[in-house]
């Protein structure tokens, strides 16, 4: 036996397996997911799982490094959620998405970090030794809404999708945020003394992460969209270009420190029309599957291994100063919240109603992105304390809040999502007011949304379309292919009503055409059609051998299987000629 | 600027990025892989490559590691030959394939090794310090065919079928020998006297590491199958599972010294039916898709990282020693295949021809199997000497044996894979043939190859189906459903001819008919045709507003576009209406 030699890509696949597995075992129970949502009976598994590793070694194994995560495990699933946004809704909404993930973060980091710092000065706490910057450094991590808790618990509530994606963007933008005061705390944290100059560099840091995000992420989508012009003859590789590089741009960011979330959504986002355009639809499909699958995992092992990890002698049990951590996350991310829809509902006329108010203020759950940075801290006596106390936010959020959020959206009657699609008598409505707006905007000399989108539109089909498409289709095909897609739609509707036949056999309408279809048909049966002809007769003769009444030494005649089947196929095919 | 923190990854993705780049930059020029053989395109690159990283760094970096190649670089290939391995050339020429790769390299391995240590002894070569152990241990290692060279040559000549799986089929299964030869003389080369007991535990083994293989393998791969059995209600991971069960086999193989190759082959094979029939179409797309895609990158880099370990001062040049280590391998193998093929052909009706056996002989190229297996050598002073032949051994049958085999294969005019599928009479008469055979071999009481194969084929119809798969498929619905195939196939051709509508505008036919077709097409319409109308009517109606006359402060009009394409669009809607 020799382990050693296999044990990292062995355990690996077995963590997989295992998340696989309980994913399947979830499911195949269908009452237990629409009762508790399945993160936390991830985060159960995981906490199972880390107690028995935990008896057997004596220590949990380091599942959730920081470096796993940030470099495995987050980014499939960042990548996603990019590549499957829906873009109408967060463009529509991105003013107050920035707000919330901007100012909202800041809010609740400073509110957090300073609060805390106040139930550090009551003495009977003994907690005096942490000063306000380590406060701000914990506030700077705690206060960053988790994506990938989020995206678990609202995929499975259904609200409506202006409110999923106001949390969801939020949580996903303020990635940028988080990562500058982490950093900026953390250095300050370091230095003797802080000069007015650092603060001042700090604020421009975040619009260097933020936009220099963006610019990593276009850069490398362009980039993959033109690489996909080449690949018409390797079809086969074409999905990994997706792949690729949208992780060397999460990467990239992350090596010049900028927000490596940020730029692989901006990444998916801006490859996404030019690279379906041109890769094949299979390659599509694929591509779309498995990042799906990859997310799926993903996501399934990180809240696997935060249960895991959770286990372990890591933590300093002060219950004042982790109790109040969460009360004062709940409160300062409530009243955040109410201050800024305040002034969003000023200046929109689709105001945000109180209920939805209510739910983004209570779907602000932690996860493991928390978790991570807590272990990045770097070491000093209170690490444990702050440890012990994102362990219990991040549960609190997401067993009482993740448990609690479905029955609340159903007891106040949140808004859902509409279960049909729009019709197009509506769709058509949308988009003529899109263009009612963008003239008026045009007109009145208002840079407003709807003047951006049609710029960027034409910017799009003037330049970047002929650059990073293969073939750059024409606008007038798309309505002709429609009219051919409802065509061959129909006549496939008229075939398995078994009426297409009759018609054809007309003999007035018909005289010369039959021939010519059918050696149409001749020329197209080659490759395709023969091989599933050849499996199934392949399939069918053993069968009508085996059944049918043969000479066999060691079975009696009548032993065999019924022979109703082979006497069905037969039936069938005399009457077919 | 932190690169230390995304080293692995980052190099990673791009090691994997260059060898994607490199497979388009070959496919845009059509004429190179048309003459030079991809492996030998790619090793040039890797040359280049390690040339460079060399000049910069003054050592190659270690990216052809033994554990790399053996634990992520060759499962992925073997995955994918043993995926879509034709079964039934395969299981006919078993025989002949298991002669080949047991008694062929044994041959090859005894041979090399003393006919080496011959010229070991001639003084002039200064080679009398290497043992005959250890030319007999650089014997097994330099005698096996490669798996990963021998397809990328034999993928591109398209020599016949059996031709193909023999020499194939060869470099497969051998790896149980080379695996049991090799660790064999390794343990002797350190053992301080070697009983005949070890040899004869060494003759057992053969079995033990073979068998074990197949029997893990298989184990696995029914476990894959009964897992996706559940798999119903979470589609997206379904691929997952045959990905992670092949690559457990593997590595449990591995783990328990058996060959992994044998074991992850066994579970392909074993799996494949039962999963293709449990998972969605998609999914299905997905696996092909990503297998393919998978091998198809391992397989570039293992050749660009054969090129880039190339470079470096690893190597003894005892050009005697190379050139007749060269001289040997060419000879040993004619001289065995012409050896094996003389018995082969006294059992068989269907003889392999004397050009076959040649193609076979000179066919048998060395790869990366052996380029590890010589670094994993134990340490003595010989070692270099060693590395540097097993190089240019691989080199010299890479490009001189890969590139002249395309000519040869030409000028001999080898029986070429016939272009055109065979016709259904044909396949039929086989199948007739085959029950036949089966039924004449169960008569006579002669245990042959048809009688076992439909031995398995009712062991499977009426056990393993019912365990393995979710829904056991009726034998009927299969004829019926071609029927449909075709029929569904007919009226695409007759909707896309444009006969449909006239057919149906008949108004003796279709009096009431249309109506319920009508009602029908409603039905359906809903959600698949509104996603694309919608999307359709999105893009349409942006160009028809942009290029139509509106008024527009910043150009004149007739500044804009032709307006071409609306109009048409508009004209066919008028028509259509």
């Not at 990859?294 to 809240?303: A, H, K, N, R």
Request: glycine residues 6%; proline residues 4%; neutral net charge.
């Amino acid at each position: 036996l020799d382990y050693q030699h296999v044990q990292v890509p062995f355990e690996i696949t077995l963590w997989i397996m295992l998340a696989s597995l309980a994913k399947i075992g979830f499911h195949l129970y269908n009452k237990l997911p629409s009762v508790v949502p399945e993160s936390c009976l991830l985060i159960f598994v995981g906490l199972i799982m880390g107690g028995i590793i935990y008896g057997l070694n004596d220590r949990s194994p380091p599942v959730m490094d920081s470096d796993i995560f940030f470099l495995y495990l987050l980014p499939p699933i960042v990548l996603d959620a990019g590549y499957f946004m829906p873009s109408r809704p967060f463009f529509e909404n991105i003013g107050t998405i920035l707000l919330y993930a901007v100012v909202g973060t800041i809010w609740n980091v400073f509110g957090i970090g300073f609060s805390l710092y106040g139930i550090c000065q009551v003495r009977a706490f003994r907690l005096q030794d942490v000063s306000l910057l380590h406060n701000l450094l914990f506030g700077s991590l705690i206060a960053a809404v988790d994506p990938v808790a989020v995206l678990a618990v609202f995929e499975e509530i259904h609200v409506n999708e202006k409110l999923h994606i106001l949390v969801f963007g939020e949580s996903l933008l303020n990635d940028a945020v988080t990562v500058v005061l982490y950093k900026l705390f953390r250095s300050f944290c370091e230095m003797p003394t802080i000069k007015s100059v650092d603060v001042f560099a700090g604020v421009g840091q975040f619009f260097v992460v933020g936009l220099g995000g963006v610019l990593v992420g276009l850069s490398f989508g362009f980039t993959a969209a033109f690489t996909t012009r080449f690949t018409k003859d390797i079809r086969v590789i074409e999905p990994l270009f997706v792949f690729l590089y949208s992780y060397l741009s999460y990467l990239t960011a992350e090596m010049f420190h900028l927000s490596g979330i940020v730029a692989i959504i901006a990444c998916a986002m801006g490859m996404k029309r030019y690279v379906e355009a041109n890769i094949s639809l299979k390659s599509h499909t694929t591509v779309k599957y498995f990042m799906k699958m990859w997310s799926s995992v993903s996501d399934t092992l990180i809240f696997i291994f935060l249960g895991v990890s959770t286990i372990g002698e890591n933590h300093e049990w002060n219950w004042p100063y982790i109790c109040f951590t969460v009360i004062f996350c709940l409160v300062w991310r409530a009243l955040g919240v109410l201050v800024l829809t305040f002034f969003v509902n000023r200046f929109h006329v689709n105001t945000i109603t109180s209920k939805d108010q209510f739910i983004i203020a209570y779907g602000g759950l932690r996860g493991a992105i928390c978790f991570s940075l807590v272990f990045l801290l770097p070491e000093f006596h209170r690490k444990k304390l702050f440890i012990a106390a994102t362990t219990v936010v991040i549960l609190f959020t997401v067993f009482v809040q993740g448990m609690t959020i479905r029955p609340l959206v159903d007891l106040l009657a949140v808004k859902r999502k509409r279960e049909s699609a729009p019709t197009v008598g509506e769709q058509i409505h949308i988009r003529f007011l899109d263009h009612l707006l963008a003239g008026i905007e045009d007109i009145s000399g208002h840079w407003g949304q709807y003047y951006w989108k049609d710029k960027l539109e034409y910017f799009n089909s003037k330049y970047l379309q002929k650059i990073l498409l293969r073939e750059y289709d024409q606008p007038k095909s798309s309505i002709v292919l429609l009219y051919e897609k409802l065509e061959r739609k129909h006549a496939i509707e008229l075939a398995e009503a078994g009426q297409l036949g009759h018609g054809l056999a007309h003999p007035s309408l018909l005289n010369d055409r039959t021939v010519r279809t059918d050696q149409k048909l001749e020329d197209t049966m080659n490759p395709d059609v023969l091989d599933n002809m050849q499996e199934i007769l392949a399939r069918n003769l053993y069968r009508i051998r085996r059944t049918g009444p043969a000479y066999n030494r060691h079975t009696l005649p009548g032993e065999s299987e019924p022979s109703e089947h082979a006497k069905e196929i037969l039936i069938l095919r005399h009457k077919s000629l």
